[in-house]
């Protein structure tokens, strides 16, 4: 039902969180959150992921509104996190850059206009970008990199409609010299560049927890499944070949699991963990990719069809391993660490 409307995000569910107040589980009191921490929020991405909840979870909750919470001003913060919590308002984060693999190094420049920026370049990929009130834009900025929060309906902005792997609805980003005022000044690029590693690393992180859910719940499906197909007068999970399969895929989950709490328990102690977040995000995609791969193919036919509901894990686990660094690319980042 909601993968045939315009927007393909599930208000009802967004509002049902908000009344239940999990929009500000990790957001201050001040502004009608529950002051959580970062761990306590990946529970509920956890959720997000198990349900492939089609929902602005990720991009309001993981990357715009902890930025504005922990780096915005104090009229900032009253702007936008009550909305955040009431269900009101969809923020967003514009990361990824086509042809560019790095989130922390923008090629999107900011040039100082008066007492604001102008910013060109591209992004893409971005989620609820076509529903969002903000979107928070990484960019150079001589030897820095700001954050800014762009009006995606302003001057010099073009969106184009993008429909991803999921199925989900994002957007192609196109700036052309935007201005943005100093009260939409996130970060300053003198002292942008912590800023951003600080969102990155949570925002990874938060898509190995929905990794989580989505690999446990495709498993769960597919266990029920093995159980109760019949084939020569037995289960077919009773035959070794399908329950080996499974095993397998059980130990990769449980793999992954391990890795992303141990990133999240980090990054609610500390700043910066970026060992601790690649190996997540590689064991994310590297497993997420091995326990929905089997789910499809011990299922047989009805795995991709699309009437059944296991396909969705499938394209979701291919989503999150491919945003914000591949597997490959997560190898080549504790590469460098190691050599330094």
Not at 76 to 82: T, V
Not at 238 to 249: E, G, L
Request: proline residues 4%; aromatic residues 8%.
């Amino acid at each position: 039902e909601i993968e045939k409307t315009d927007e393909r995000i599930d208000r009802r569910l967004w509002a049902e969180l908000a009344k239940a107040n999990l929009l500000g589980a990790a957001l201050p009191e001040a502004y009608g959150g529950s002051d959580y921490g970062f761990f306590e929020l990946c529970l509920l991405f956890e959720e997000v992921g198990r349900a492939v909840a089609p929902v602005p979870a990720w991009a309001t909750l993981a990357c715009a509104a902890p930025a504005i919470a922990k780096f915005g001003t104090e009229a900032q913060r009253k702007r936008w996190l009550p909305g955040v919590v009431a269900g009101e308002t969809i923020l967003s984060a514009a990361l990824q850059e086509p042809d560019n693999v790095d989130p922390l190094a923008p090629a999107t420049t900011a040039t100082r206009d008066g007492d604001g920026y102008r910013l060109t370049g591209q992004k893409f990929c971005v989620p609820a970008a076509l529903v969002a009130e903000r979107i928070l834009v990484p960019a150079r900025g001589g030897e820095g990199v700001g954050l800014f929060l762009v009006d995606p309906r302003g001057s010099g902005v073009r969106l184009e409609r993008q429909l991803v792997t999921n199925r989900e609805i994002q957007g192609w980003m196109k700036l052309e010299g935007v201005r943005v005022g100093a009260d939409d000044v996130l970060v300053d690029p003198a002292r942008g560049r912590a800023a951003l590693a600080w969102i990155v690393e949570r925002a990874t992180t938060a898509l190995c927890a929905m990794q989580v859910g989505v690999a446990e719940r495709a498993l769960r499906i597919t266990a029920t499944y093995v159980s109760e197909r019949q084939q020569f007068d037995r289960p077919i999970g009773s035959f070794q070949a399908v329950h080996t399969r499974a095993a397998d895929a059980y130990i990769e989950l449980e793999t992954q699991r391990l890795t992303t709490w141990q990133a999240a328990y980090l990054l609610s102690k500390q700043d910066s963990a970026p060992e601790a977040v690649a190996i997540a995000k590689f064991f994310a995609g590297e497993a997420g990719h091995v326990v929905t791969y089997a789910a499809e193919h011990l299922h047989g036919g009805i795995g991709a069809d699309i009437d059944y509901p296991v396909h969705r894990y499938y394209l979701w686990s291919r989503q999150i391993e491919l945003t914000l660094g591949s597997s490959a690319s997560q190898l080549a980042a504790l590469g460098d660490a190691i050599a330094r």
